[in-house]
């Protein structure tokens, strides 16, 4: 009799604790799958900073270009139609994408629509940007969150991954006169 209390203690126990690790896997596969729902399609405007051969940085995340990605320019009333090759570093532009990004840094997705953004705030906006990408030499330049458009000028952090500095920057949208951490 002893045997068989000891026994069926030892079996309560096993079945005790496999419910245990059961319970947060089936929870954690539920979370997963609400947060791909929650993520399913999603939009990123900013500013390419970087082009490769089959990569653009917009703002903080890459997002690879596959072949039957959609391009389009826009100003804001109609799109029509661009390419691939049409695509340069400094254009401002909205981005679709399916979620969730890789986290990495710079973190990871893959374009579904890049609208390159025409609209005459949105130009002036991507020569200040250019001009002073140019001017700077920065071939490795990545912006840490969304840009801020106030007041006839555009500011924003950045990372040069060249020197790992991380850096305030304020454009002039008129005379693209610059300050780095307001010098």
């Given at each position: 009799?002893?045997?068989w209390s000891?026994?069926?203690?030892?079996v309560?126990?096993?079945?005790?604790c496999?419910?245990?690790?059961?319970?947060?896997?089936e929870?954690?596969?539920?979370?997963?799958?609400?947060?791909?729902?929650?993520?399913k399609?999603?939009?990123?405007?900013?500013?390419?900073?970087?082009i490769?051969?089959?990569?653009?940085?917009?703002?903080?995340?890459?997002?690879?270009?596959?072949?039957?990605?959609?391009v389009q320019?826009?100003?804001?009333?109609?799109?029509?139609?661009?390419?691939?090759?049409?695509?340069?570093?400094?254009?401002?532009?909205s981005?679709?994408?399916?979620?969730?990004?890789?986290?990495?840094?710079?973190?990871?997705?893959?374009?579904?629509?890049?609208?390159?953004?025409?609209?005459?705030?949105?130009?002036?906006?991507?020569?200040?940007?250019?001009?002073?990408?140019t001017?700077?030499?920065?071939?490795?330049l990545?912006m840490?969150?969304?840009?801020?458009?106030?007041?006839?000028?555009?500011?924003?952090?950045?990372?040069?991954?060249?020197?790992?500095?991380?850096?305030?920057?304020?454009?002039?949208?008129?005379?693209?006169d610059y300050?780095?951490?307001?010098e």
């Amino acid at each position: 009799m002893k045997k068989w209390s000891l026994f069926l203690a030892s079996v309560l126990l096993l079945a005790a604790c496999s419910n245990e690790e059961a319970e947060p896997a089936e929870k954690e596969q539920a979370d997963q799958a609400e947060m791909a729902v929650e993520q399913k399609s999603m939009t990123e405007e900013g500013f390419i900073t970087q082009i490769n051969e089959t990569d653009i940085l917009i703002n903080s995340i890459y997002f690879s270009i596959p072949e039957d990605v959609k391009v389009q320019f826009s100003d804001g009333a109609e799109a029509t139609e661009a390419e691939v090759r049409d695509i340069r570093t400094g254009m401002k532009v909205s981005l679709d994408y399916q979620g969730p990004l890789e986290e990495s840094f710079p973190m990871q997705g893959e374009a579904e629509t890049v609208t390159i953004l025409t609209d005459e705030d949105s130009a002036k906006q991507s020569e200040a940007l250019e001009a002073f990408i140019t001017k700077e030499q920065l071939p490795r330049l990545i912006m840490m969150g969304q840009p801020i458009v106030r007041d006839n000028e555009i500011g924003f952090l950045f990372n040069n991954m060249e020197s790992g500095e991380i850096s305030e920057v304020r454009i002039d949208l008129e005379t693209y006169d610059y300050t780095i951490d307001g010098e």
